[in-house]
């Protein structure tokens, strides 16, 4: 089970780009990588799932070096209503997804 | 509609007490979960079923009793509470159980023993 480590907390201001990367040394040839968002009294909410280079959607960008040993959340312009915890996931695959979310990191952003 | 539900949102009880958390989703999901986040917001998790059948049995006092009636609905059953299970228990579904599957949460049961 790759083990994930990414930053306790970050701080933002409203319209900057935010980077947050985490890391996941030992993760699996067939391994994702996945973030989820989590607001205060709510479940997880899906933002973003990547396996190499780069994938965007509507929300973020993934980025994830050729060597798979970490993966950049970036989220642009943020706003007041992305602070929230940033849960960055290296999923395993059959038999069940089978994971720890970790502590993610907080981040706050401020008008 | 809401995807994933599970009741109640709210659940004070005293220690020894019996008790059950209840969850349904409506995406046709195969894999139901049930996720425990503690006060220091880990989440990990507890129980995966996979089309009723249980797939992930975390490493969890056999006072958790996990039940699925059929694939919408994984249903947690607690024995004889203790206040160390105090915590936010999230369940959650996915169309497979896949890693690489998208997973959708509950709002959440905030657990508290007194």
């Known amino acids: 089970l790759a083990k994930t480590t990414q930053p306790i907390s970050m701080d933002s201001y409203e319209g900057q780009e935010v980077n947050i990367t985490c890391s996941h040394n030992?993760?699996?040839?067939?391994?994702?990588i996945t973030w989820y968002q989590q607001f205060p009294s709510q479940g997880p909410r899906f933002i973003i799932q990547?396996?190499?280079t780069k994938v965007t959607n509507e929300v973020a960008s993934l980025f994830i070096p050729a060597d798979r040993k970490s993966s950049t959340l970036s989220l642009p312009r943020v706003s007041l209503s992305d602070t929230a915890v940033y849960y960055c996931?290296?999923?395993?695959?059959?038999?069940?997804?089978?994971?720890?979310f970790g502590a993610g990191t907080r981040l706050f952003v401020k008008a | 509609d809401t995807a994933v539900s599970q009741t109640p949102k709210y659940l004070v009880t005293q220690m020894g007490n019996d008790k059950s958390i209840k969850c349904e989703q409506n995406l046709g999901h195969d894999t139901m979960y049930w996720y425990k986040q503690d006060s220091k917001k880990f989440l990990k998790i507890m129980f995966s079923?996979?089309?009723?059948?249980?797939?992930i049995n975390e490493t969890v006092p056999n006072r958790f009793s996990p039940k699925s009636p059929d694939k919408a609905h994984l249903n947690l059953h607690i024995n004889s509470l203790e206040l160390g299970d105090s915590a936010v228990y999230f369940c959650?579904?996915?169309?497979?159980?896949?890693?690489?599957?998208?997973?959708?949460f509950g709002q959440g049961t905030r657990l508290t023993v007194v």
């Open positions: 959650a579904s996915s169309r497979d159980g896949q890693g690489s599957t998208e997973a959708f």
């Open positions: 030992n993760i699996a040839t067939n391994d994702y």
């Open positions: 990547g396996y190499k």
């Open positions: 079923y996979n089309n009723k059948e249980l797939i």
């Open positions: 996931l290296v999923g395993a695959n059959t038999g069940g997804f089978k994971t720890i």
